[in-house]
């Protein structure tokens, strides 16, 4: 790895699949980059829909969904790791703003411990013992990959991305939106993408995929079919404009 690699940072970037990358998980997807560091780089698909929208996913965890906004937005398949986890994009929201809002979710932040969005499929009896050690990892995870960050979020379990998102993994925040509370751009995925030491930066070496700054409206006000298409304008393409044989410049 050379250090002008070591230097790339893509936190708030988009990675588009180039036609070559040919991956049943990543063709044509587009990945929002929540962290990217010498270390790897982790990020959501934000335009491959799962089979489950959001109403169906808060019946499944047992929670009314009280946004009528959000009822028949799809829980997208956003990577192969952890894929019966749920991973909240949304705006950041900070405890002291939702103080001086009087904001409802506010009583949710002040509990000490929550448990992490639990498994889909998970059995009624094993629930509890399940939710306890999600917790536990979910903590771990985000402690790893959160950026540092001298504003207090409100939910218990979240990364803070520069750009003005955060990503949550604990339940806190499906309770808010539960009430008909909680962040107002929201996005949910099952799963996530990540990539090991230097594994990013060989990828894009070898052409695999283009980046492009993030926009907040092709995340929260596009389609999920528009997508792949909105990102590729940002660079001022169009997705007919690629093939397979593209090379290296």
Not at 10 to 33: C, G, Q, R, W
Not at 121 to 129: P, V, W
Not at 141 to 167: F, Q
Not at 192 to 221: P, R
């Amino acid at each position: 790895m050379t250090a002008d690699s070591l230097s790339i940072n893509l936190t708030h970037h988009f990675l588009i699949a180039m036609p070559s990358l040919e991956d049943e998980t990543f063709a044509k997807s587009v990945v929002y980059v929540c962290e990217h560091s010498e270390r790897g780089a982790m990020g959501l698909v934000i335009n491959k829909p799962s089979d489950l929208s959001m109403e169906g996913l808060f019946e499944k965890v047992d929670l009314p969904l009280h946004r009528q906004d959000l009822m028949n937005a799809p829980v997208l398949q956003g990577g192969p790791v952890h894929t019966e986890r749920g991973f909240v994009l949304h705006d950041a929201l900070w405890s002291h703003e939702v103080e001086q809002a009087g904001d409802v979710v506010a009583p949710l932040a002040q509990e000490t411990a929550q448990p992490s969005v639990p498994e889909v499929q998970a059995a009624a009896d094993t629930e509890n013992d399940f939710a306890q050690e999600q917790a536990t990892e979910a903590a771990q995870e985000a402690a790893a990959l959160s950026a540092v960050s001298d504003k207090e979020s409100v939910y218990a379990s979240t990364m803070t991305i520069p750009g003005g998102l955060e990503m949550t993994t604990s339940k806190d925040v499906l309770e808010a939106l539960s009430i008909g509370a909680g962040p107002k751009r929201v996005l949910i995925s099952l799963g996530y993408s990540a990539w090991g030491e230097g594994q990013l930066e060989s990828e894009l070496a070898e052409n695999s995929w283009l980046t492009v700054g993030a926009d907040m409206a092709v995340i929260f006000d596009t389609p999920v079919e528009q997508r792949y298409a909105r990102a590729m304008k940002l660079l001022g393409l169009e997705p007919w404009m690629l093939s397979n044989e593209v090379g290296h410049s």
